[in-house]
């Protein structure tokens, strides 16, 4: 069966969390990146009323830009209790742009401490871009 153009999956790591996405373009691979981070904590949302969320960041590189946004969306776990699941995300230059949609957490499974820049390379791949992330738990 053919890899799906944007996706993500767990990869064995030895003591943290280490996940591979990929997309066709940064936006694509970021978004990706969240929904991984998110299936590994075991994020499942509340139903009922949704909340938007806009935020705007800026980074020296992609990479950077990467760490930024998902730490972004563990605080908002943790300080708030609030995950997305509809995600628009545009990236220009080493800045980016979200408008996302999402609801209070209903349960959490495991708590992601921190992502971390160990191993963390955005590359071109068969799919378009691809990267992996190690999350500390």
Known sequence: MPTPLTGFKEVPHTA??????????LAALFEQ???????????????GPRQLRQF??????????????????????SAE?????????????NT???ELEGAP??????????????KLNI????HGLEVRIVFDV
């Open 56 to 77: 705007e960041l800026a980074a020296i590189d992609a990479e950077s830009l990467l760490v930024r946004f998902l730490d972004e969306l563990l605080y908002c776990a």
């Open 105 to 118: 957490l209903a349960s959490l499974d495991k708590e992601i401490k921190a992502v971390t820049y160990h």
């Open 16 to 25: 943290d969390w280490e996940l591979e996405a990929w997309g066709p373009d």
């Open 123 to 126: 590359q071109n791949g068969p």
């Open 81 to 93: 209790g609030l995950a997305f699941d509809v995600f628009r995300v545009v990236i220009s230059t």
């Open 96 to 98: 980016l742009r979200a």
């Open 33 to 47: 990146a969240a929904r991984g981070m998110y299936a590994l904590a075991g994020v499942r949302l509340q139903a």
